[in-house]
């Protein structure tokens, strides 16, 4: 990638400045020597949402939007999704090589390890609301598996980060099958390690129940479950990615910046997503309503869930998989029908002037909800299955942000336009003049005028 440097002219002062490029970046706080008088703050950047803002280096996911390309430490996902089980993946992350046999055979033994909670835990999934979120139960339990571990807290020390997320890998499936029953009412189950990763989160969930599966059953739908955790496993500095990373900055305990990052998680905008598809199907009914339902998303009305992508600009290469795996899946599984009218929404958007223009496709929520239904999973558990695979993404992240030399604190700027100083009123005086009272110039945050902040 050509070095070299920006040349910047302010045209305020007529000052020169050379602000220097690597890997095409210019720092932030080169701009900050950019300033009228020698008083003032200097220039920043302004970039909400960060869509044009690099907060760290990293060297776990390849993804180029543009082209639809995504890979995990240099490996393409379409070889991993076809290859790999999860947890090969999840070494592969967090240990930053795909395991040989015997790599592979020792890893998941150790993770076997860690496949029990401690006994106050499951007796706390109990007490939550049968009708709650499982992803506000996730982020509640995931936080409070935390106070078993205090050792936590000593995020600098490289060994104890390995154990923390050895823990974590290992019990978040546990805990979010136990969420599951607590949703039906059904009895706690207990852990079967000996049946691998997605295996024995599958027969936590049905065991003793009208759903639960035969050995060859389990067999076939761990595989595709570990299919979809692998395509679910890490894409670099999505919202619960950056968040994790963002709470991990202070220097907070794995347990609870996991918590956040599945609190970002399951919002509609970005995990959430996939159980929205769902609810927006059912509410279309059949291609009849496409029409319809196409007019209200071009009026603004609503989105099309699973449609749009921050940074692909371009078919996200997970759900072109997930389309493929589907057929498959349904092998086993039987079709859902909602397949066809999805294909054809797709379809239909796909040749629009409204999607075409903002560049819109199918992100891996589009297709991934179609597939966890007929797998059996309802709705509202579809973005915790999201969160399982992407925990190894969380927990390589966190990793990497903690030994990075050059973390700080997260810490953003903002442009201030509240008030300027305002006079203080005592309450027994603020009667109505007082509410009718225009509030006075804003001034920023640092003392002076904001006048050439007028974004
Ligand atoms: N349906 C209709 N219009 C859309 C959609 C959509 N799904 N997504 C974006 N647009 C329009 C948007 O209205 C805007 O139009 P205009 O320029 O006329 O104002 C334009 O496209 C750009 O949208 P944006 O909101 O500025 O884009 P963003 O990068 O801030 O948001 C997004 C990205 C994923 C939040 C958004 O595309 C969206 O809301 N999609 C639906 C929710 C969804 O499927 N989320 C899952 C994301 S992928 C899985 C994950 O990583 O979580």
Redesign the pocket.
């Known amino acids: 990638m050509a070095e070299g440097t920006l040349s910047v002219t302010d045209s305020r002062t007529g000052a020169r400045y050379e602000l220097p490029i690597t890997a095409s970046t210019v720092r932030a706080m080169d701009l900050r020597q950019i300033r009228t008088d020698p008083d003032e703050f200097g220039l920043m950047s302004y970039d909400p949402?960060y869509t044009n803002t690099a907060a760290c280096t990293s060297r776990v996911a390849y993804l180029d939007g543009a082209r639809g390309v995504l890979r995990y430490r240099g490996y393409p996902i379409e070889d991993l999704a076809k290859n790999c089980t999860y947890t090969e993946v999840a070494h592969l992350l967090m240990r930053g090589h795909l395991p040989t046999s015997a790599e592979l055979h020792g890893w998941d033994n150790e993770l076997a390890a860690e496949m029990r909670l401690p006994p106050g835990l499951p007796d706390l999934i109990e007490t939550f609301p049968a009708g709650a979120h499982p992803m506000v139960m996730l982020a509640s339990t995931v936080a409070a598996l935390g106070t078993y571990y205090p050792d936590g807290r000593h995020v600098t020390d490289t060994a104890c980060r390995h154990r923390q997320r050895l823990r974590l890998l290992a019990k978040i499936p546990l805990i979010a099958a136990l969420i599951y029953r607590r949703t039906r009412r059904y009895s706690r189950s207990e852990p079967r390690p000996d049946l691998g990763y997605a295996g024995n989160f599958l027969h936590m969930l049905w065991q003793g129940t009208s759903r639960q599966l035969g050995p060859q059953d389990l067999k076939v739908l761990a595989k595709a479950l570990d299919a979809l955790l692998v395509l679910h496993a890490e894409?670099e500095q999505?919202c619960s990615t950056s968040t994790m990373r963002q709470v991990a900055s202070s220097e907070a305990d794995p347990y609870v910046s996991l918590a956040a990052a599945v609190a970002a998680l399951s919002g509609?905008?970005?995990?959430g997503?996939n159980e929205r598809v769902l609810q927006m199907l059912d509410e279309i009914g059949s291609t009849a309503g496409i029409p319809a339902f196409m007019r209200s998303?071009k009026a603004?009305e609503r989105?099309?869930?699973?449609?749009?992508?921050?940074v692909y600009k371009n078919y996200d290469p997970r759900a072109r998989v997930l389309q493929d795996f589907a057929e498959q899946v349904f092998e086993t599984t039987g079709k859902n029908p909602k397949i066809a009218l999805a294909v054809e929404l797709e379809r239909i958007a796909l040749q629009d002037d409204y999607f075409v223009r903002?560049k819109?496709y199918p992100?891996?929520?589009f297709y991934s909800g179609i597939i966890y239904e007929a797998m059996g999973f309802p709705p509202e558990m579809f973005t915790v299955l999201f969160a399982i695979g992407r925990v190894a993404g969380w927990l390589t992240h966190w990793d990497e942000s903690m030994a990075d030399p050059e973390r700080r604190i997260a810490r953003p700027r903002q442009i201030y336009r509240g008030p300027g100083i305002t006079a203080f009123v005592p309450i027994e005086a603020r009667g109505r003049d007082y509410a009718e009272e225009r509030p006075a110039a804003p001034v920023s945050s640092h003392g002076s005028v904001p006048s050439h902040r007028s974004l």
């Open positions: 949402g894409h999505n509609p905008l970005h995990g997503a998303v603004g989105r099309m869930m699973g449609f749009g992508h921050r903002r819109l992100n891996v929520d």
